[in-house]
């Protein structure tokens, strides 16, 4: 065997041996440490009250606005709390996912004038998402669904986060829905 086959065996040797493992079967994904672990399953029956939230979830790489009922209008924390909890059974059906678990860990939100702003944890060593431009964008879409918030901010330690848009740069102003339209779908 030449030098030029043995190289292509090590280099083919290498690459396969390269990557993430495939699990056997399904894992369960734990939920983002924070104040937002959802209080019910994801699993539960969505009540059929007379208030209407709006949560960004994803299908197919685009961001999908999915109206939700409940009892009562949601605070912005439950907003946020309902989006970190993913979908529910019934959106999972219809290929809903969420971009959020492993890429954005959400730790609290505040609202200052029409501006709400989430301060977002480091993400953990085995976080092992890419897509954090969705994950930012159902954020971002989610909460300026609100009659009270036109713009989003994100802060880790207290000080500005540049995150992805959806044109790939990255900034540390307030987000607009607009700054994420190509990736948004209609229902």
Do not use: W
């Not at 290498?14 to 983002?32: K, S």
């Not at 999908?64 to 009922?69: F, G, Q």
């Not at 209008?73 to 907003?79: F, H, R």
Request: proline letters at 11%; a negative charge.
């Amino acid at each position: 065997m030449n030098h030029r086959h043995l190289v292509a065996v090590a280099f083919v040797a290498l690459l396969t041996g390269c990557g993430i493992p495939a699990d056997d079967a399904p894992r369960t994904v734990q939920p983002p440490p924070g104040p937002f672990q959802r209080s019910t399953p994801a699993d539960a029956t969505a009540p059929a009250g007379p208030a209407t939230e709006t949560l960004c979830m994803v299908r197919d790489n685009r961001i999908i606005p999915v109206p939700r009922r409940a009892d009562r209008p949601a605070t912005i924390e439950d907003q946020l709390r309902d989006l970190l909890g993913g979908p529910t059974t019934a959106e999972r059906a219809k290929d809903l996912t969420s971009a959020l678990p492993g890429a954005v860990n959400a730790a609290g939100v505040t609202v200052t004038g029409t501006q709400a702003q989430v301060a977002v944890d480091e993400p953990g060593d085995d976080a092992g998402r890419s897509d954090e431009v969705l994950a930012f964008g159902q954020i971002v879409c989610t909460l300026t669904s609100r009659d009270d918030v036109t713009s989003v901010t994100f802060l880790r330690d207290g000080k500005p986060l540049a995150v992805p848009r959806a044109d790939g740069s990255l900034s540390d102003q307030p987000l607009v829905r607009s700054d994420y339209t190509p990736l948004i779908s209609p229902r």
